[in-house]
């Protein structure tokens, strides 16, 4: 369930939905959580096992166009997932970033890595170093998805 | 100057140092700024005329090794930078990102980018799309680096 209408969001100066934006338009992925401010996505990616992505409920370019409380907000749901990717999937790395060069709609990518990863040590939007399948930390990490995605739904539940 | 010691950080589970840790012995780039738990660097970098890291003064790997306010410390260091590149350089979009795959020592890339520069709309590790200099974006904002530096050290002299 993806929460929309935030009429009463304390600093809403950015719009609530865009058209033809589609993290405005669709989940952006299996919601795992929403609340007022963001919604929590597992991002369906053999890859990279347990890839989630943090997204703004409204449509906001950049973290600045947030207030300061909500700012700490958004990113407490990040180092959430990120400690819950840690405890459950050990990743030999996390990769946080907030890009939004295509899609200009505040998300977060929170990404678990694995020395043997297709790219690593490169970002996953380098060209692939490898191309034979997952790696064999990927691959235990997939694993453990299942139980990833309900630590972080039970984690998720408990938020305020 | 960049400062190493802090024996008397509140929650310095972390290592202060580690060796062959290129964050730990060396600046980084250009330092603008230093604090207990921070630097702000600048990045030399014709493409990203403004590329700043905010880089943590401790051996860090991961977010989510430091306390929270500690996070939200070195957030909020983000977010200036943020601020001002936007105010100063007028880019068409920020990128913000921790990766750390290379050197896992916590540091923060904000990035500003244009639509006609090298990568954009890609990742800047993806591969370029235009190699024919740099782009009327980034070479207009390369005109107001020294601005932008100027603004940068004003605002985070500002700070407690």
Redesign the interface.
Known sequence: MIVTSQASAPNADAPQAAQDCILCETPGGEVLWAGELARVVLVDEAAYPGFTRVICQRHA????DLS?PD??EL??L??LV??VQ?AVLSPD??????????V?HLHWHVIP?WRDDAC????I???ARRKDGVGEGAERAGTRLAAYVEALRTRLSQLA
């Open positions: 370019k950049e973290m600045t300061a700012r700490t990113m407490n990040v180092w990120e400690s840690r790395k996390v990769n946080v970033a907030a890009l939004g060069n295509m200009p890595r690593f040590p490169d970002a939007w380098a060209p």
